[in-house]
């Protein structure tokens, strides 16, 4: 098993050459879904986990939160599982 460790803009131009090859190498990749669900999604370089996530009694999509969900759906359709989420921090003015 070979893992790889890139910055984010590594990792973004490293998917766009093999996944265009149809490079063999990736099984599993972590991406992020606002910069590149839509363009994965669409060009089928993402396996649609609908019925994955919907179909196993003891996995309850419902429990991930609403905004994460709705970041790895397209067209509904699910192409990833959230294992992390990004909001904003307020800072403190004045």
């Given at each position: 098993m070979v893992v790889?460790?890139?910055?984010?803009?590594?990792?973004?131009?490293?998917?766009?050459?093999?996944?265009?090859?149809?490079?063999?190498?990736?099984?599993?990749?972590?991406?992020r879904p606002l910069q590149?669900?839509?363009?994965f999604a669409r060009n089928g370089w993402l396996a649609d986990l609908t019925d994955l996530?919907?179909?196993?009694a003891e996995y309850d999509w419902a429990d991930v939160?609403?905004?994460?969900?709705?970041?790895?759906?397209t067209e509904g359709r699910v192409f990833g599982v959230p294992i992390?989420?990004?909001?904003?921090?307020?800072?403190g003015a004045g």
């Amino acid at each position: 098993m070979v893992v790889s460790t890139m910055t984010a803009d590594q990792l973004s131009s490293t998917y766009n050459v093999k996944l265009n090859a149809s490079a063999p190498d990736i099984d599993v990749m972590m991406y992020r879904p606002l910069q590149e669900q839509l363009l994965f999604a669409r060009n089928g370089w993402l396996a649609d986990l609908t019925d994955l996530v919907s179909g196993d009694a003891e996995y309850d999509w419902a429990d991930v939160q609403e905004g994460a969900r709705e970041r790895v759906t397209t067209e509904g359709r699910v192409f990833g599982v959230p294992i992390i989420t990004e909001r904003p921090t307020p800072t403190g003015a004045g």
